[in-house]
């Protein structure tokens, strides 16, 4: 009985063989050398700005972390005329390897009471998501957040109830959740300044101890700092606010 064999089998040996014989292809490796050179170009712009800058005022910095061009380390100053002057924030930034086709992680590594940013420093901003350009670069991207601090967009939080107090126009109290938390212990001590003035005025028939005491109160009652009690206490402590306390983020 003749044996013939079965066409399937020999397909399926043929296409076998001829697969072993093809040159393995190596896995897709990245060329890490124009985005280090994109990166590099980068940081000498950024620094040629704060050179050209009077007195390199320019509110934005960022520099490479160690050894690493993928990793920085951004600082950013609160805007002038803002609730946020005078104040200094830490960013990190990491650039993926298909950068600038991708967009940067950028977060905040100094807590920052924001609409726009949660309580782990993520960063609600169009140009980081969706309405990012390769056109932009690091100088852009740090710029934003600062045109974002003072410019929130309280209709896209991550920060719900930073964006209530925005809405329903609690300044003070959102000034000193922004900022004031940060000189705590001097909000605390002239706070504490205050009800020792109020006992004293109580009890007290010693007309130059009065005097003294108002005097201090009205003025700076921290030499190293310009920060003391916020209106927003003077107003509940006292009803009308007859002391002027300033407040934590150089209010006039």
Same mark, same amino acid.
């Given at each position: !009985?003749?044996?013939?064999?079965?066409?399937?089998?020999?397909?399926? +040996?043929?296409?076998?063989?001829?697969?072993?014989?093809?040159?393995?292809s190596?896995?897709?490796?990245?060329?890490?050398?124009?985005?280090?050179?994109? #990166?590099?170009?980068?940081?000498?712009?950024l620094?040629?700005?704060? $050179?050209?800058?009077?007195?390199?005022? #320019?509110?934005?910095?960022?520099?490479?972390?160690?050894?690493?061009?993928?990793?920085?380390?951004?600082? =950013? $100053?609160?805007?002038?005329?803002?609730m946020?002057?005078g104040?200094?924030?830490?960013?990190?930034? +990491?650039?993926?390897?298909?950068?600038?086709?991708?967009?940067?992680?950028?977060?905040f590594?100094? !807590?920052?009471?924001?609409?726009?940013?949660?309580?782990?420093?993520?960063?609600?901003?169009? =140009? #980081?998501?969706?309405?990012?350009?390769?056109a932009?670069?690091?100088?852009?991207? /740090?710029?934003?957040?600062?045109? #974002?601090?003072?410019?929130?967009?309280?209709?896209?939080?991550?920060?719900?109830?930073?964006?209530?107090?925005?809405?329903?126009?609690?300044?003070d109290?959102?000034?000193?959740?922004?900022?004031?938390?940060?000189?705590?212990?001097?909000?605390?001590?002239?706070?504490?300044?205050?009800?020792?003035?109020?006992?004293?005025?109580?009890?007290?028939r010693?007309?130059?101890?009065? $005097?003294?005491?108002?005097?201090? /109160?009205?003025?700076?009652?921290?030499?190293?700092?310009?920060?003391?009690?916020?209106?927003?206490?003077?107003?509940?402590?006292?009803?009308?606010?007859?002391?002027?306390?300033?407040?934590?983020?150089?209010?006039?």
């Amino acid at each position: !009985m003749e044996v013939r064999p079965n066409p399937t089998v020999e397909n399926l +040996r043929a296409t076998a063989a001829a697969s072993s014989k093809q040159p393995v292809s190596s896995p897709n490796t990245v060329d890490t050398t124009s985005v280090t050179q994109r #990166l590099q170009k980068e940081l000498m712009s950024l620094m040629c700005s704060l $050179e050209q800058m009077s007195g390199g005022d #320019l509110g934005v910095s960022a520099f490479p972390e160690g050894e690493s061009i993928f990793t920085w380390i951004g600082t =950013i $100053e609160g805007g002038k005329g803002t609730m946020y002057e005078g104040l200094s924030y830490k960013l990190s930034l +990491r650039f993926p390897l298909d950068y600038p086709f991708k967009p940067p992680q950028v977060k905040f590594e100094t !807590m920052c009471f924001h609409p726009n940013v949660d309580q782990y420093g993520n960063i609600c901003l169009d =140009i #980081l998501q969706d309405k990012w350009s390769s056109a932009y670069d690091c100088r852009t991207i /740090l710029l934003s957040i600062q045109s #974002l601090l003072g410019e929130p967009n309280p209709e896209s939080p991550l920060n719900s109830y930073a964006a209530a107090l925005l809405n329903n126009k609690e300044g003070d109290l959102f000034r000193l959740e922004s900022g004031g938390i940060c000189d705590l212990v001097v909000v605390l001590k002239n706070l504490l300044f205050f009800l020792v003035l109020q006992i004293t005025e109580k009890w007290s028939r010693n007309s130059t101890l009065l $005097e003294n005491l108002r005097a201090n /109160l009205n003025s700076k009652t921290d030499t190293k700092s310009d920060v003391r009690l916020p209106h927003y206490f003077s107003v509940k402590l006292k009803g009308k606010g007859l002391f002027q306390f300033g407040t934590c983020f150089n209010e006039n």
